[in-house]
């Protein structure tokens, strides 16, 4: 079994910075690429942010200049710097792993449960 557990949400101003980070566990040998999502009420989930295992990254125009996302392979961890934070911004944010290896076999698209970010103007 293999989880995505996120942190670092939280209420802040608009201008303002937070970091969200995601760790996996579960005996993990590797995982592919890593991504993060976002919901905000009454919309669908959008693409923010991902990063493969080879750093290579991929962002959403909403966020570009603004999100950096970054991964440590040692700790099976995934972050996201976000600065200059906007209202519009304000979302519950999802970690996503498109493959994990694992001890027991592979899973695919696992998701963790969510951070609530509020930005206020």
């Known amino acids: 079994q293999v989880q995505l557990v996120e942190s670092g949400g939280g209420l802040v101003q608009a201008g303002g910075s937070l970091r969200l980070s995601c760790a996996a566990s579960?005996?993990?040998?590797?995982?592919?690429?890593m991504g993060w999502y976002r919901q905000a009420p009454g919309k669908q989930r959008e693409l923010v942010a991902t990063?493969?295992?080879?750093?290579?990254?991929n962002y959403a125009d909403s966020v570009k200049g603004r999100f950096t996302i970054s991964r440590d392979n040692a700790k099976n961890t995934v972050y996201l710097q976000m600065n200059s934070l906007k209202p519009e911004d304000t979302a519950v944010y999802y970690c996503?792993?498109?493959?994990?290896?694992?001890?027991?076999?592979?899973?695919?698209?696992?998701w963790g449960q969510g951070t609530l970010v509020t930005v206020s103007s």
């Open positions: 579960g005996s993990i040998f590797s995982i592919n690429a």
């Open positions: 996503n792993a498109d493959w994990v290896v694992t001890k027991i076999g592979g899973y695919r698209d696992v």
């Open positions: 990063i493969t295992s080879a750093d290579s990254t």
